[in-house]
């Protein structure tokens, strides 16, 4: 068996983040006026994708606790009918794990980002990734993802000695 991975955590970037979703901010992106220029327009960050029997785009809110940082990924998940954003409330980073929308986990291609606080994300449909992971306080979140019928949830658990590790540096 090959030694486990280890993921670094890196600071999330829209181009590092594109395999996997999209990255929410306002920061060097376009905006246009709206309401007589009482407010700008921060326009289609990301789309709200969904498929399947009755599939709808919903809004919720989350209160995340504090999620103590762990040593490894032991499993991750994914949404195959629909696409799932988390947008923070507080002024807080989160981290982010992610591997690409494949039938099967690709370890080579899985990454941990840690946001700036301003930062939300959108993982596009079928991307794997870490339940919500908020190790630096808790916190609040806005969620827009799917509801309908079908199975939206599908968890891959790694092996012991295969769970990836996660290093601050
Ligand atoms: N279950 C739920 O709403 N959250 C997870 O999908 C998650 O990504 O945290
Ligand atoms: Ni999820």
Same mark, same amino acid.
């Given at each position: 068996?090959?030694?486990?991975?280890?993921?670094?955590?890196?600071?999330?970037?829209?181009?590092?983040?594109?395999?996997?979703?999209?990255?929410?901010?306002?920061?060097?992106?376009?905006?246009?006026?709206?309401?007589?220029?009482?407010?700008?327009? &921060?326009?289609?960050?990301?789309?709200?994708?969904?498929?399947?029997?009755?599939?709808?785009?919903?809004?919720? %809110?989350?209160?995340? @606790?504090?999620?103590?940082?762990? @040593?490894?990924?032991? &499993?991750?998940?994914?949404?195959?009918? +629909?696409?799932?954003?988390?947008?923070?409330?507080?002024?807080?980073? &989160?981290?982010?794990?992610?591997?690409?929308?494949?039938? @099967?986990?690709?370890?080579?291609?899985? @990454?941990?980002?840690?946001?700036?606080?301003?930062?939300?994300?959108?993982?596009?449909?079928?991307?794997?990734?870490?339940? %919500? %992971?908020?190790?630096?306080?808790?916190?609040?979140?806005?969620?827009?993802?799917?509801?309908?019928? +079908?199975?939206?949830?599908?968890?891959?658990? &790694?092996?012991?000695?295969?769970?990836?590790? %996660?290093?601050?540096?």
């Amino acid at each position: 068996m090959s030694q486990p991975i280890t993921l670094t955590i890196e600071p999330l970037t829209q181009t590092a983040f594109a395999p996997y979703g999209d990255v929410i901010e306002t920061e060097d992106r376009d905006s246009m006026p709206m309401n007589a220029g009482m407010a700008q327009r &921060f326009h289609a960050l990301a789309d709200v994708d969904v498929i399947g029997e009755e599939g709808r785009g919903i809004i919720s %809110l989350v209160e995340a @606790k504090l999620f103590e940082m762990p @040593k490894t990924v032991t &499993f991750v998940e994914r949404h195959p009918l +629909g696409s799932q954003a988390f947008i923070p409330m507080d002024d807080t980073p &989160f981290l982010v794990v992610v591997a690409p929308p494949t039938d @099967k986990v690709d370890l080579n291609q899985m @990454k941990a980002f840690i946001t700036n606080g301003r930062q939300g994300i959108n993982y596009h449909r079928g991307t794997w990734h870490h339940v %919500l %992971l908020t190790p630096f306080a808790p916190m609040r979140f806005i969620c827009v993802d799917r509801a309908g019928k +079908g199975n939206n949830c599908e968890e891959f658990w &790694f092996s012991e000695g295969e769970q990836p590790y %996660l290093s601050q540096s």
